[in-house]
């Protein structure tokens, strides 16, 4: 997952790009299932893509906005494709810094 700012705040919103390679092959054309979006352990909903497949670079742009009342600042997001081989997932952490943290 890439795109990410340096770091975020409580009630931001976050763009990012989930990307999928095999090796180090960008995947096109691979359906973007779903996203999940975890923050101090609760998932959050609404999780925007602006494409329902990945690019010729194998990127799928993606949306959310982190709440804003995080105590802890943990903050996860795993996202899930649909290849010709199967479902493929990536996830990474999302930097949050803050006031609570």
């Not at 763009?15 to 054309?29: D, H, M, R």
């Not at 996202?79 to 997932?89: L, R």
């Amino acid at each position: 997952i890439t795109g990410f700012a340096a770091s975020y705040t409580p009630g931001d919103v976050v763009e990012a790009w989930a990307e999928l390679k095999l090796g180090k092959q960008p995947v096109p054309g691979a359906d973007v299932l779903r996203a999940v979006v975890t923050a101090d352990d609760v998932a959050l909903g609404d999780v925007v893509f602006f494409d329902a497949k990945t690019d010729d670079a194998g990127k799928a742009r993606l949306r959310f906005t982190l709440p804003p009342d995080l105590k802890q600042g943990d903050v996860r997001l795993k996202v899930t494709f649909k290849t010709p081989d199967g479902e493929e997932s990536v996830a990474d952490r999302v930097p949050v810094v803050g006031r609570n943290l």
